[in-house]
T-cell receptor
Framework: KAGVTQTPRYLIKTRGQQVTLSCSPI?????VSWYQQTPGQGLQFLFE???????NKGNFPGRFSGRQFSNSRSEMNVSTLELGDSALYLC???????????????FGPGTRLTVL | GQQLNQSPQSMFIQEGEDVSMNCTSS?????WLWYKQDPGEGPVLLIA?????ELTSNGRLTAQFGITRKDSFLNISASIPSDVGIYFC???????????FGTGTRLTIIP
């Protein structure tokens, strides 16, 4: 079974621009979560989507948004990029049936975003 | 966001040595997870723990879910070169799917 795929793997943008990152979950997985990883703040949860609905959101400004499509693929968007948005953005997928305890998240390789 | 306290921050060991690292939190989790991350890659799940006091092994790796539900431990026995990387603990609250991650332990093997 193919793993979580993320595109693009690397991206360079300038301040003020916007960016869209894409994630394809493991086949059959319906939940997609996004995390930001930086040297200073570590791994932090951005948001989670299940059945095309945002179920949970981390403590990030409104410039960060996402969506999920009917095939469970997800995109996240960052508008008005700032230098501090430079990070590794990781996508994770899980089966997530509500109430299921052993619902593990499997991560993709990430998209390395550099904002100049 | 909430971060878990993970220690040590880094470890320099010789091949064949055993390794221990731990993670503590101010809040209770109902699931503890341990991941390993190699450079340029995403975290890979090593062990998942679901019950307080649970002790689970995966090959040379053994992890425990602390009885207070606020901590977890990971041990690696007889380390080998491919163990090099950054190890993260992660906790999950009841009813939620999002993970809170530790600060990471960087493992280096000295030749």
């Amino acid at each position: 079974k193919a793993g979580v795929t993320q595109t693009p793997r690397y991206l360079i943008k300038t301040r003020g621009q916007q960016v869209t990152l894409s994630c394809s979950p493991i086949s059959g997985h319906r939940s997609v979560s996004w995390y930001q990883q930086t040297p200073g703040q570590g791994l932090q949860f951005l948001f989670e989507y299940f059945s095309e609905t945002q179920r949970n959101k981390g403590n990030f400004p409104g410039r960060f948004s996402g969506r999920q499509f009917s095939n469970s693929r997800s995109e996240m968007n960052v508008s008005t990029l700032e230098l501090g948005d430079s990070a590794l953005y990781l996508c994770a997928s899980s089966l997530y049936y509500p109430g299921q305890v052993n619902n593990e998240q499997f991560f993709g390789p990430g998209t390395r975003l550099t904002v100049l | 966001g909430q971060q878990l306290n993970q220690s040590p921050q880094s470890m320099f060991i010789q091949e064949g040595e055993d390794v221990s690292m731990n993670c503590t939190s101010s809040s209770i989790f109902n699931t503890w997870l341990w991941y390993k991350q190699d450079p340029g890659e995403g975290p890979v799940l090593l062990i998942a723990l679901y019950k307080a006091g649970e002790l689970t092994s995966n090959g040379r790796l053994t992890a425990q879910f602390g009885i207070t539900r606020k901590d977890s431990f990971l041990n690696i026995s007889a380390s080998i070169p491919s163990d090099v990387g950054i190890y993260f603990c992660a906790g999950r609250h009841t009813g939620a799917n999002n993970l809170f991650f530790g600060t990471g332990t960087r493992l280096t093997i000295i030749p």
